[in-house]
Structure formats: structure tokens, C-alpha cells
């Protein structure tokens, strides 16, 4: 990482940075948060970093700047410049059909109504894309975020989403004797898109998706804490989860297993753990277009690719999860891109900023309009159903989760040197 420079030569009032801190404080002396590890640097260089509170409350064991989280979706980034890579290699295409690499999901059905009976189905007009799973429009659903029959069927068939001991192939056998929601290309529907695309790319190198993000993005950019499996020499370092009962006083702990050796069921939608130094590394890459300290992983134009929206005007008018999110910021290749910010619930500072959150509060933004970048990381569990986006992404309703506003307000309130917004069209 480069040496930091003062925040004040960097563009912001250092009295103001100050205030987060005292700010995050107060969520968990008030028993809302167990503690969050943020860091923010502008062109590289960090300008405000801290760690807030515990990552164990029992053990009274702080939060560090190498604590280790669970960052859950914050995965999906990470699997999508993987596949690009392929993409930039010619080894895959945006149209290419998965069936290719994955016959488990040839000759698909699709329910005729999303919430309706199993058997109530229709044969899938055409096969699944890469670029459909790259852009969470394949069809393929998550139970928590399904409604109806469709819901118990994953949860029987698939098991955990996050912690399994399927084998990938048996995932993918499962997964494929199940309908889809709707019809593949038809709509933005969040699932298991970026877990298929992840075990397409392992059969794609011919070697486990855990080892082809080892050998192409993780040691290339030196993120050495991140991984889908944490020996047990670095488990103190991992936070602990906890859920807030709003009925309550206090935070529960959530118990996680943890594997014993490395799984073969890696989900590149939401599996790995890492920390904020080994993401930021990866956030640099992406704000950088595809270059980090002389490695470059992507071409920039494939960078402005992946952020460029590919949603439909009509596709943009049906919420997600419950939330006008659309409207607000277009999707693109794994990420999605800021355009309004009035109300936005998962980005902040400028139109062309990029995201995507994770389920257990982790967040990170990188911003081209003012060479920033945002990473903030708790461990918090609140419920997931298919309305609940405004909660997962802002906290209204889970107290430990409106500190990430606080965070965010306090970052950008801080930046003095503003450059003006770009137009989101020459952002993408």
C-alpha cells in the first residue's frame, strides 16, 4: 500500500474524519454493533482507517485492522473479473451458453408464475448465458429470496447457501433438477447466478474455482487473508456474528461452522472471507481499470464494460427485493452503478461510483469521480426474505446497520476538493 499522505493534502478536513470515529462509537456503546473496521483512501493512498469496537464482545477481543469477516456478496465482484478474464483470454463469451461447461442445466424448465407450483411450468425458451449469469438474469434464484414452492424446493435440494458439504458437482446437479423463476435474459432476479458462473470458470481452467482465484487475482495482488477456507492459525482473527433482537437490549452471538480442511463447494456469489486491506487491495485494481502496482489483471476497457449498465429501461422498473433500487443505479457485469443518489440505498459521493454489498453488512464503493474508495466491515445477521433490500443495505429496522450511513456521511462530508459529478453515461 502507498505511504499515506495527510488527509488535509488529500482534500479533506481532518477535524471532520475525527468525528467518525467518536460517531461509530456510540453504535456500539449504545449495544447496536459488536464493531466495524472501515478504511478509506483517495488515489491510492489512505486517508482514514480505524477499528471500532469488538470482534468478539464475549472475549472482549477488539476489532483490528486485520480482523478477518465473512463479506458474503462482496464475493460476486471477485468472481465477475475472474470470468472476464476468460472473457478478455477468449475462452468464454458474454453469449456463449453455459451448457457448454455445465450440461447439469441443459433443457430447463421455468415456472409460469415465480411464487406458483413446481409442476406449473414451461420448457426455457432458450439456454442460459454468461452474460445472463454475469448479470443475475439467468432465472436461477436464492431460497431467501424466493416466495412459495419454489422456496422449499432450493432449501431442500441445495442446502446452505453459504456453508455445504455438496460436492460442486453434486450442487450443480441439484441446482439443475430445479425450475427456474423466470424465463433466462427476462429479468434481474438475485440467486445462485454468481455460484454456477463461479464452478463454470473452475471447469473452464479445468482446476477448483478456489485455486483459480488463488493463482489469477488473490497472490497476483498480494490479498493473502483472502479465501473460502481459514486455517486455524488465523481464526482468531475472524469476527464473530451477531444479531440484534429488536425486541431486546442487547446483540446475540450467531454460531457459523467453520471448515475443517478447504471445501469443494466454493460459491463464488458469497463464500469468501477476507479483510478491509485485502479488499481494498482488490477495490484499487478495479478504480485503477484493471492495474494494481504494475499487475494488471483486466483492460480498462473491459473495466468501463463492467460498469456500464446492462439492464433494460423495463427490466429497471422491477424492484429489488423489496426496493426501487433500479431507478437509481444500473447494473453491469457484477456490480452495480451508481446514477441517482438521492436515496440510494447501497451508494453514496457520485454518479459512476460501484458496489455490492454483503448480506452480513460489509460494504465497499469505489468512486472514478473522486478517486475513492469506501470499505466498511461488520458482522451483523439480520433477516433475508424478498423484500427485506432496505434493511440488508441501510439498517432501517436492524439498529446495528444505520452506522453505515453515519460512516459514509462522515467520509464524504469531509472531502472539501468535490470534483463535480460526472454524467453517469461517460462514467459507464
Request: net charge negative; aromatic share 8%; with cysteine.
Amino acid at each position: 500500500m502507498p505511504d499515506d499522505a495527510s488527509p488535509a493534502a488529500l482534500g479533506f478536513d481532518p477535524t471532520r474524519l475525527a468525528a467518525i470515529r467518536p460517531a461509530l462509537q456510540g453504535f456500539v456503546d449504545r449495544g447496536e454493533l459488536a464493531g466495524v473496521v472501515t478504511l478509506a483512501s483517495r488515489g491510492g493512498r489512505v486517508v482514514h482507517a480505524d477499528a471500532v469496537g469488538w470482534r468478539d464482545i464475549e472475549t472482549k477481543a477488539p476489532m483490528r485492522p486485520d480482523t478477518l469477516f465473512r463479506i458474503a456478496s462482496m464475493s460476486k465482484p471477485i468472481t465477475s473479473v475472474a470470468a472476464l478474464m476468460l472473457m478478455e483470454e477468449g475462452r468464454i463469451a458474454l453469449e456463449d451458453p453455459i451448457t457448454r461447461w455445465i450440461p447439469e442445466m441443459a433443457e430447463l424448465q421455468v415456472l409460469r408464475d415465480a411464487t406458483g407450483p413446481l409442476d406449473d411450468a414451461t420448457p426455457a425458451r432458450r439456454a442460459i448465458t454468461v452474460e445472463d449469469l454475469l448479470t443475475h438474469r439467468s432465472g436461477v434464484a436464492y431460497a431467501p429470496f424466493s416466495v412459495g414452492p419454489l422456496k422449499q424446493a432450493y432449501e431442500a435440494a441445495l442446502g446452505d447457501p453459504g456453508m455445504n458439504r455438496k460436492t460442486a458437482d453434486e450442487w450443480l446437479a441439484a441446482l439443475g433438477s430445479l425450475p427456474l423463476a423466470y424465463q433466462p435474459g427476462e429479468r434481474f432476479h438475485y440467486g445462485h447466478s454468481s455460484d454456477v458462473l463461479g464452478f463454470l470458470i473452475g471447469r473452464v481452467e479445468g482446476k477448483s474455482f478456489r485455486q483459480v482465484l488463488q493463482d489469477r487475482i488473490f497472490t497476483p495482488l498480494g490479498m493473502a487473508d483472502t479465501d473460502f477456507w481459514m486455517p486455524p492459525a488465523k481464526r482468531d482473527r475472524l469476527a464473530s456474528l451477531y444479531a440484534y433482537e429488536e425486541s431486546g437490549d442487547r446483540l446475540r452471538k450467531v454460531k457459523l461452522e467453520l471448515y475443517d480442511e478447504p471445501p469443494d463447494y466454493t460459491p463464488g456469489g458469497g463464500g469468501l472471507i477476507s479483510s478491509a486491506g485485502d479488499y481494498h487491495r482488490f477495490a484499487r485494481m478495479l478504480l485503477n481499470e484493471g492495474e494494481l502496482d504494475g499487475v494488471r489483471l483486466l483492460r480498462p476497457e473491459t473495466v468501463r464494460l463492467m460498469r456500464t449498465n446492462r439492464l433494460t429501461e423495463a427490466q429497471r422498473q422491477v424492484p429489488f427485493a423489496g426496493m426501487d433500487l433500479w431507478t437509481k443505479s444500473g447494473f453491469g457485469l457484477g456490480v452495480s452503478i451508481a446514477e441517482d443518489l438521492t436515496d440510494n440505498p447501497y451508494s453514496c459521493g457520485a454518479p459512476g461510483s460501484m458496489t455490492w454489498p454483503g448480506v452480513f453488512g460489509t460494504w465497499w464503493q469505489a468512486d472514478p469521480a473522486n478517486d475513492l474508495i469506501l470499505i466498511y466491515l461488520i458482522q451483523h445477521q439480520v433477516p433475508v426474505s424478498a423484500n427485506s433490500g432496505s434493511t440488508i443495505a441501510t439498517g432501517r429496522g436492524a439498529a446495528g446497520r444505520r452506522a453505515l450511513p453515519v460512516y459514509q456521511q462522515g467520509v464524504y462530508g469531509a472531502l472539501q476538493s468535490n470534483p463535480a459529478p460526472v454524467d453517469p453515461g461517460s462514467a459507464g
